[in-house]
């Protein structure tokens, strides 16, 4: 599968999992992140989908999907993937007035 393709499929699946997707060309770092237990997947858009791919695959890893149908090849390529452990966890309280869009 060409990575165009396996990141499509990937970004798929996620949403069906329940993820946010927020695509950003200004972000520094792709990962998953919670804003008010709401799962959002953020994708810095300069790298390319290859490498994309493998950082929706990595976070689609540690997400409970043994029970859920997933295309063999998907899963595959999920079950590669390294999954470290976070050094640390950020949390941010956001003032009243903040409104999520």
Do not use: H, W
């Not at 999992?17 to 994708?43: H, N, Q």
């Not at 300069?46 to 997400?63: F, S």
């Amino acid at each position: 599968m060409k990575a165009e393709e396996l990141y499509k499929e990937l970004l798929e699946l996620a949403k069906q999992l329940g993820v946010t997707i927020k695509r950003d060309k200004s972000a520094k770092i792709s990962g998953i992140c919670l804003v008010d237990d709401e799962p959002i997947l953020v994708l810095d858009t300069k790298i390319p989908k290859d490498k994309l791919a493998a950082v929706i695959a990595t976070e689609l890893k540690r997400a409970e999907i043994d029970n859920k149908f997933v295309k063999p090849v998907l899963r595959d390529f999920i079950d590669q993937q390294e999954v470290k452990e976070a050094d640390y966890v950020l949390v941010i309280e956001y003032p009243e007035e903040f409104t999520k869009e």
